[in-house]
Each structure stands twice: as C-alpha cells, then as structure tokens.
C-alpha cells in the first residue's frame, strides 16, 4: 500500500474514534409541555402498590419526605446517541418502614414514586441510585 493510502486510512480512522466521543443532547420536552397537576389521591396509589409487594402490609408505615417534583427519564444509549425521552411526569420520596418475615422493622428505605401527568402511578424506584439508573433526573427549563 502506498503512504497516501496509509494516511488516508489512519486519518478516517482517527474521525471514526473522535466522532464516538461526541455528545449528543438528549430528547427534550417542548417548552409548554404540561405536567398536570400533582395528583392528590398518591398516597392511596403509593399504599396500593407497597400492598402488593411488601411481605407484611398491614405493619408498613409511610412518610413523605419530599415534596413533588416533576421529573423527566430518559433511555440508556450508546455514548454519541440521542437518549430518548420515556416518561415525564411527578415524584414524591417516600420512607417505607415494615416487618420483615421475623416479625421485626426492617428500618426505613427510600423509594421515589413516579407518577404520570394524568395522575397514575408510573414507576416505584428505590432509592436515588436506581432513579439515576433508570436515567430519570428533576426537569429543569431549559
């Protein structure tokens, strides 16, 4: 091969490398977009859910400690790709404290409780760690 095509070929090669380095700006909301209102009825979803999963509902004491959010989630990409918006919506953190199957409180755990604009629960996410992960962060106008 001759040097021009060595050149050619590393200098394409270098693009290619660099271009994945790129950021992409992620799907955003229109700027009128309408969250709806907070929903009133949360803590009778919120309780309906953790009736469905904890193994003593009946012991489960509730509180909120934050108040309402809006927030907006966005899918995991490759690095250099448009991350997609999958839900934009409420949250409230919640402490959950139940029994576990000795009998005795486990402790309060933290869970962000995801609710659509039409006031459906969406999502229940334990902890800040997994609301990051699930690539959810507080909306901010941009």
């Known amino acids: 091969m001759g040097l021009r095509v060595k050149f050619l070929g590393t200098v394409f090669g270098l693009a290619f490398l660099v271009s994945g380095c790129a950021t992409v700006p992620n799907e955003t909301l229109p700027e009128n977009f309408d969250f709806g209102e907070p929903p009133e009825n949360y803590a009778e979803q919120t309780k309906a859910y953790f009736d469905l999963v904890l193994k003593d509902p009946a012991s489960a004491k509730y509180s909120y400690v934050s108040d309402f959010i809006k927030v907006q989630c966005h899918t995991f990409v490759l690095r250099g790709s448009q991350r997609k918006l999958t839900f934009a919506g409420w949250a409230r953190q919640v402490a959950v404290n139940a029994k576990n199957s ?41």
Request: proline share 2%.
């Open 102 to 142: 000795y009998g005795g409180y486990t402790g309060p755990k933290l869970y962000d409780v995801l609710f659509n604009k039409d006031g459906t629960l969406w999502n229940v996410l334990e902890d800040e760690y997994k609301f990051g992960l699930k690539g959810c962060e507080a909306y901010k106008a941009e």
